[in-house]
């Protein structure tokens, strides 16, 4: 297993939706950590094919894990 430094902390706010989204793909995928299946999710969506940049003035409840939740926000 690699040892990587991980020096720096993100915090993010999730809905129990979103959350309930992280934690079965990560009972799906034998994940070791929540932390691990999100970065694995990043390590994902950052290589994913057609990757855009956000438009400018986009705020950050636009985005979300719940493709059905963030369509009922906007």
Same mark, same amino acid.
């Given at each position: 297993m690699v040892d990587r430094l991980r020096g720096?902390?993100?915090?993010?706010?999730?809905? @129990?939706?979103?959350?309930?989204l992280i934690d079965d793909? $990560?009972?799906?995928?034998r994940m070791p950590s929540r932390a691990a299946t999100v970065r694995e999710l990043f $390590?994902?969506?950052?290589?994913?094919?057609?990757?855009?940049?956000? @438009?400018?003035?986009?705020r950050s409840k636009d985005f979300g894990v719940d493709a059905k939740a963030?369509?009922? $926000?906007r």
């Open positions: 720096e902390r993100l915090q993010i706010m999730l809905s @129990p939706e979103e959350l309930t793909f $990560r009972f799906a995928k $390590r994902r969506g950052l290589a994913a094919e057609g990757f855009s940049i956000a @438009p400018l003035g986009q963030a369509r009922l $926000r």
